[in-house]
């Protein structure tokens, strides 16, 4: 490409064994420059890097750099399916990292950088500390997974897509919420919301409630690793289809 990242156009495809010589690096990017000098570009360092690992299929999306945040963590258990539970099997906080995780396998087969905001039980506060990841990768997209709460217990139900900053974020809102028509829960669509991880960003961004931990119909549905894996191809899916859209 023309610069170190998704937004600048396309500049050529490298042949294969075609030797280069790099000249400079920026935000995971290597600037390269052929043998002849007569040409030079910009190519994403973990493509380069990829050569053994078995990817789907190249694409834009092997060029994006995605961060996935599971809400949460350490001391902050995050939503209850049972009230005063003390077993971590119901803290929201143990969902939103087995999704992440499901997510992040899926989308690291498309060849993309996966950056997670945590990969462990731990508290990220203040939350700028979630939003500086994203600054520091110079990701793309970002998708923060969550499980629902509401004050009655049982009464509501399913899954909702949230935005914040813009069209950019719409569309990807959008793009996503499209492909989880295929999920056993209500899909209540895309609204928005104002979270800060949304809100304090620039980025393309959503945040996913995926479900309520205090009705037990959504709750059984959550806990099984089926579910888990639904969205996480889905979420491929719908993020080949977005990169391959919004590519400049």
Same mark, same amino acid.
């Given at each position: 490409r ?7 156009s ?5 042949k294969? &064994?075609?030797r $280069? #010589?790099?000249?400079?690096k #920026? ?5 390269l420059k052929?043998q ?7 190519? +994403?360092?973990?493509? $380069?890097? &990829? ?15 995605i961060? $996935?945040?599971p809400g949460?963590?350490g001391?902050?258990?995050?939503s209850?399916a ?8 119901n803290?929201e ?7 992440a995780?499901?997510?992040k396998k ?21 939350l700028?500390?979630?939003?500086n990841?994203?600054?520091k990768?110079n990701?793309?997209?970002f998708i ?7 004050e009655?217990?049982g009464?509501?139900n399913?899954f909702?897509t949230?935005?914040? &900053? ?6 990807? +809102? ?5 492909s989880f028509?295929? /999920?056993?829960l ?9 979270y800060y991880?949304l809100r304090e960003?620039t980025?393309p961004?959503? /945040?996913?409630e ?12 959550i806990r099984?690793?089926?579910?888990r ?5 889905d979420l491929?899916?719908? $993020?080949?289809?977005?990169?391959? #859209?919004?590519?400049?």
């Open positions: 023309n610069g170190p990242g998704l937004t600048y396309k500049n050529g495809i490298l294969k &064994n075609e $280069l #010589e790099t000249i400079g #920026e935000n995971g990017w290597i600037h052929s002849d000098s007569k040409t030079s570009g910009w190519a +994403a360092s973990w493509i $380069l890097k &990829n050569g053994n690992k078995k990817i789907d299929k190249y694409g834009n999306i092997s060029q994006a750099t961060v $996935l945040d949460h963590g001391s902050d258990p995050g209850l049972k009230a005063n539970s003390r077993d971590p099997k803290f906080k143990t969902y939103t990292i087995l999704t995780k499901a997510t899926a989308l690291e087969s498309t060849g993309a950088r996966v950056i997670m905001t945590r990969d462990s039980d731990k508290l990220l506060w203040p700028s500390k979630i939003t990841i994203s600054k990768y990701a793309d997209a923060s997974f969550h499980f629902d709460n509401f009655i217990q009464v509501a399913g909702t949230y935005y914040d &900053n813009g069209k950019n974020s719409f569309q990807l +809102a959008k793009t996503i919420n499209s028509n295929d /999920l056993p209500q899909n209540r669509g895309v609204e928005v919301g104002d991880v960003t980025l961004s959503v /945040l996913l995926m479900g309520y931990m205090n009705n037990p119909d959504d709750f059984k549905i099984e690793k089926s579910y894996k639904k969205i996480a191809a491929k899916t719908s $993020l080949v289809n977005w990169f391959n #859209e919004s590519d400049q």
